[in-house]
């Protein structure tokens, strides 16, 4: 069966320090994986996709993440965290052309 | 713009109700998706449906029942079977299974 495992339901971090939030996935097959964003009291909006291209991804916001397939995981990092970026994040796994499985969310908290 | 529209965005059920969240989507999306949003175990799959008049059950779809008459719209019933249905719903549509999914801003539930 697919699953992500999203270590650390919170995470902190102070303003213009480097954001790292860890994702690791399980797929019998070449799998699609994502990374959303959440903010209070809305939906969820997509931060960036790898889908077997390259392995570095670059999304919104400054966001990026690298598969890496040797370790299972797909952490998604920001060189300066802003405070507009406090929010929860998940993790997402598509194994081939099933439907989303999604981790159980990190939330970011960010301080002046 | 194209989006999913959900409504309404709180919702109230007394004891033996049934309600019914809606959902509609203008992006000319085949699949969609309900799910449930409870604090700290991140987002559990509903009901799924690739295309009008076919739905399939997901994770937690006991309590719950779908219909799929139009391709742009997959309304839920919430049934007074689902002994505790207060959270949050987001609806989802995707162009096919496995492929990035956009999200509604979610209908509240809570329990009078």
């Known amino acids: 069966a697919q699953s992500v495992t999203q270590l650390g339901s919170h995470v902190s971090v102070s303003e213009g320090a480097l954001v790292l939030l860890r994702c690791n996935y399980s797929?019998?097959?070449?799998?699609?994986l994502f990374w959303y964003v959440q903010y209070p009291n809305q939906g969820l909006q997509l931060l960036l996709k790898y889908t077997s291209a390259a392995t570095l991804v670059k999304g919104i916001n400054g966001f990026e993440a690298e598969f890496k397939k040797s370790e299972t995981s797909f952490h998604l990092t920001k060189p300066s965290a802003h405070m507009s970026d406090a929010a929860e994040y998940f993790c997402a796994v598509s194994p081939g052309f099933q439907k989303l499985v999604f981790g159980t969310g990190t939330r970011l908290l960010v301080s002046p | 713009d194209g989006g999913i529209t959900q409504s309404p965005k709180y919702l109230f059920r007394k004891e033996g109700q049934n309600v019914t969240l809606s959902c509609e989507q203008n992006?000319?999306?085949?699949?969609m998706y309900w799910y449930r949003q409870d604090p700290g175990q991140g987002l559990r799959l509903i009901y799924y449906?690739?295309?009008?008049?076919?739905?399939q059950k997901g994770d937690i779809a006991e309590g719950y029942s779908v219909s799929r008459e139009k391709k742009e719209s997959f309304p839920l019933t919430v049934t007074s079977a689902q002994k505790n249905p207060t959270a949050f719903y987001l609806c989802?549509?995707?162009?096919?299974?496995?492929?990035?999914?956009?999200f509604g801003d979610g209908t509240r539930l809570s329990i009078l």
């Open positions: 992006l000319n999306h085949d699949a």
């Open positions: 797929s019998s097959v070449p799998p699609y």
């Open positions: 989802a549509s995707s162009i096919g299974a496995g492929q990035p999914q956009h």
């Open positions: 449906s690739q295309i009008v008049n076919d739905f």
